[in-house]
């Protein structure tokens, strides 16, 4: 800048902001004055539509909420090895082991994850858990409404919150393993539902069980 364009500038007076040079109404409306566009916008239509009232669709590797999955016969996934515990950044995961037992058999093997929660308050759905999972008991889903809520309590996932849903022919754990498997079947998803033993075991003992009715031993379904 030359020093004749700086000889040309003129100190601003202060005198010509200040509150005394305002009329009576403007003085009355000053301490508002600064909402007026905020005011003027909140009676104007949406220029965007944005969630909720537009849902995008995500991408298909989208991370959303976990997921406890389960085998075709309705045994759980997971096996209580924690090692999606011990692999998450954020310490997010508990988990506890429970053991088998012939009466309460829940996953293949000798143990299941008795306990299992998600803390979203300090998940960071970076995925880690289920790159460590060994059975693939743990996925993300694509659903992401739940995982906000009106109370910190209610973003601490249970397992009956993470557990997916039983689909058609699944026998409600817990029940015996398919006859004659070891669990090295199960994770090679050679087990492709129920069996009828499995389905008389159900029926003797949870005769109530609302699984009961739509699950169809795998001999009849594959006629």
Known sequence: MSDNQSSDRRPVDPALYS??????????????????????????PAATEEYPFKRTPTQPRFHGRHQLNRYADGLERCIGCELCAWAC????????????????????GERYGAVYQI??????????????????ALTMTNEFDSLVGPTRESLIFEKQDLLAPMLDGMLAAPHPMVEGTTDDDY?????????????????????DDPTLKAARPVEEAAK
């Open 119 to 136: 803390n979203y308050l300090r998940c960071i759905l970076c995925g880690l858990c289920i790159q460590a999972c060994p059975t693939r």
């Open 187 to 207: 994770y090679r998803n050679e087990v492709t539902g129920p069996t009828k033993e499995q389905i008389d075991w159900v029926a003797e003992r949870r005769p």
């Open 19 to 44: 509150p005394k040079k305002k009329g009576a109404i403007g003085r009355f409306f000053a301490p508002v004055a600064g909402f007026g566009v905020t005011f003027s916008s909140m009676f104007r």
């Open 89 to 108: 950044p954020a310490d997010a995961i508990y988990v506890e082991a429970g053991a088998n037992t012939p009466d309460e058999q829940y996953a293949p």
